[in-house]
């Protein structure tokens, strides 16, 4: 069974960066991707970031992309999330997720599927 357990969520001034971790332990596969998604109370998860299981085929939503980067240490089984140039609107609990799907479709990944972490909070003040 795959666990996932994200940390490094906290409170950042506007324009400031933060790196969320995800390490992964149970079985893993060659195959799928791990990513990110984020939901603010009151609206639907929404997907963030993903990466392969290989470590190649990272894709962003178009809200992150150039601001937030997505990267893996196979040997460690963890993702991280590098957000720089942080935005109010940034503001949400993240979620780590991890699915057999690849990365280019796991923005596809519903709240029931997959695998998901408990969340960590990240709060953008402005």
């Known amino acids: 069974q795959v666990q996932l357990v994200e940390s490094g969520g906290g409170v950042v001034q506007a324009g400031g960066s933060l790196t969320l971790s995800c390490i992964r332990s149970?079985?893993?596969?060659?195959?799928?991707?791990m990513g990110w998604f984020r939901q603010v109370p009151g609206e639907e998860r929404e997907f963030v970031a993903a990466i392969g299981n290989t470590g190649a085929g990272a894709t962003y939503a178009d809200s992150v992309k150039g601001r937030f980067t997505i990267s893996r240490d196979s040997a460690a089984e963890t993702i991280y999330l590098r957000m720089n140039r942080l935005k109010p609107e940034d503001t949400a609990v993240y979620y780590c997720a991890a699915d057999h799907l690849n990365p280019g479709v796991l923005f596809l990944l519903s709240p029931h599927e997959g695998t998901w972490g408990q969340g960590t909070q990240v709060t953008v003040s402005s």
């Open positions: 149970g079985r893993t596969y060659s195959h799928g991707a």
